[in-house]
Antibody, heavy 122, light 108 residues
Framework: QAQLVQSGAEVRMPGASVKVSCKAS????????IHWVRQAPGQGLEWMGW????????KFAEKFQGRVTMTRDTSINTVYMELTDLRSDDMAIYYC???????????????WGQGTLVTVSS | EVVLTQSPGTVSLSPGERATLSCRAS???????LTWYQQKPGQAPRVLMS???IRATGTPDRFSGTGSGTDFTLTISRLEPEDFAVYYC?????????FGQGTKVEIK
């Protein structure tokens, strides 16, 4: 069955960058977009953007434009999300999730990673 | 941006009772683009219902979804202990994808 395994927790100072990985297995990696969703402590869910593993194309929420990069390495079925210029309000659990539709980024969030806690603190 | 408003924010019910959760969109959303997720403490969300009314694999049939346009509802016919959680609606109709703020179903 499909599975996403994310990298471990990170601690960064304000102004630094963080790069989180998401390794896929159990399905055709290039067949499904991968989304990134974050959740601040005690808060709701916020969509950040998606990447299409087959092309490398990505799309981001306007809020994160200029600060987020999403890349992929098809040789190891892994996508990465890098967020720069971290602020205290970027402290959150970051999740990757597969898109439920084939090739498009228009579906629901089907399989989720376990989440990566990013702490931003001086 | 499509704003999704869920109500109530929190509902306190006993096992065996019926739960009715509402999700209202600020503009019309295709039912095909409306998804419900369940999240338990310390866990990632999991998809419960896609296309407003299609149960995901593993979702018990006590869960049902209805709605169209701007009003959607998730109903849990008889609450089981494992159903006490936070529920989010989500739309994939337009970018940015948005979620409701969540409804917490807690044990009374």
């Amino acid at each position: 069955q499909a599975q996403l395994v994310q990298s471990g927790a990170e601690v960064r100072m304000p102004g630094a960058s963080v790069k989180v990985s998401c390794k896929a297995s159990g399905y055709t990696f290039i067949g499904h977009c991968i989304h990134w969703v974050r959740q601040a402590p005690g808060q709701g869910l916020e969509w950040m953007g998606w990447i299409k593993p087959h092309s490398g194309d990505s799309k981001f929420a306007e809020k994160f434009q200029g600060r987020v990069t999403m890349t992929r390495d098809t040789s190891i079925n892994t996508v990465y999300m890098e967020l720069t210029d971290l602020r205290s309000d970027d402290m959150a659990i970051y999740y990757c999730a597969t898109d439920g539709l084939f090739l498009t980024g228009n579906g629901w969030f089907d399989t989720w990673g376990q989440g990566t806690l990013v702490t931003v603190s001086s | 941006e499509v704003v999704l408003t869920q109500s109530p924010g929190t509902v306190s019910l006993s096992p065996g009772e019926r739960a009715t959760l509402s999700c209202r969109a600020s503009q019309s959303v295709s039912a095909n683009s409306l998804t419900w997720y369940q999240q338990k403490p310390g866990q990632a969300p999991r998809v419960l219902m896609s296309a407003a009314s299609i149960r995901a694999t593993g979702t018990p049939d006590r869960f049902s979804g209805t709605g169209s346009g701007t009003d959607f509802t998730l109903t849990i016919s008889r609450l089981e202990p494992e159903d006490f959680a936070v529920y989010y609606c989500h739309q994939s109709e337009s970018s940015p994808r948005t979620f409701g703020q969540g409804t917490k179903v807690e044990i009374k």
